[in-house]
T-cell receptor, first 113, second 111 residues
Framework: NAGVTQTPKFQVLKTGQSMTLQCAQDMNHNSMYWYRQDPGMGLRLIYYSASEGTTDKGEVPNGYNVSRLNKREFSLRLESAAPSQTSVYFC????????????FGPGTRLTVT | DQQVKQNSPSLSVQEGRISILNCDYTNSMFDYFLWYKKYPAEGPTFLISISSIKDKNEDGRFTVFLNKSAKHLSLHIVPSQPGDSAVYFCAASIYNNDMRFGAGTRLTVKP
């Protein structure tokens, strides 16, 4: 039972490059989330998927797109990376949208130069 | 607009003593509050929570207190252990809505 897994763990991009962060959960959860963590800012919600087939914007969605591929997988795409997107990205899941407890993956540290 | 604030970036306590981590919020609509614990190179893990209809919740060495009139919550760890050294995030949520996190407090428990 791996919980929430994320790939890759580390990534360095040049400005303008694109990449996709992958996330998968094996807890049969309905809801999944992408957060970014920046120094002094806490975690901020980028996008979430309340259930398979739906996605919605969070607090800081600009510059990102998401895909809920199936119930297990939720990916985050940066189409044209910018230095402001240098951050640690966490994926999380919860049983459903009204379940407050979220389970987090180990994070992806992304640097954009 | 930071709706959840943890004003102490760090806290250092001696093993066996009490650790008190504080959190303030601005939105009176928040109805559920959580504490997460994060070790380096790992994701946050859920620690303890409290509903807005309560003012205290205990789980072993961990107790969360909620003061709605002051819009303040605190996490007490008694007794503190070296393994408790981590970053602690408080979070607040409105039913079926986004969770807002504080910036975190780094707790160091010295042997």
């Amino acid at each position: 039972n791996a919980g929430v897994t994320q790939t890759p763990k580390f990534q360095v991009l040049k400005t303008g490059q694109s990449m996709t962060l992958q996330c998968a959960q094996d807890m049969n959860h309905n809801s999944m989330y992408w957060y970014r963590q920046d120094p002094g800012m806490g975690l901020r919600l980028i996008y979430y998927s309340a259930s398979e087939g739906t996605t919605d914007k969070g607090e800081v969605p600009n510059g990102y797109n998401v895909s809920r591929l199936n119930k297990r997988e939720f990916s985050l795409r940066l189409e044209s990376a910018a230095p402001s997107q240098t951050s640690v990205y966490f994926c999380a899941s919860s049983r459903d949208r009204v379940s407050y407890e979220q389970y987090f993956g180990p994070g992806t540290r992304l640097t954009v130069t | 607009d930071q709706q959840v604030k943890q004003n102490s970036p760090s806290l250092s306590v001696q093993e066996g003593r009490i650790s008190i981590l504080n959190c303030d919020y601005t939105n009176s609509m928040f109805d559920y509050f959580l504490w997460y614990k994060k070790y380096p190179a790992e994701g946050p893990t859920f620690l303890i929570s409290i509903s807005s209809i309560k003012d205290k919740n205990e789980d072993g060495r961990f107790t969360v207190f909620l003061n709605k009139s002051a819009k303040h919550l605190s996490l007490h760890i008694v007794p503190s252990q070296p393994g408790d050294s981590a970053v602690y995030f408080c979070a607040a949520s409105i039913y079926n809505n986004d969770m807002r996190f504080g910036a975190g407090t780094r707790l160091t428990v010295k042997p």
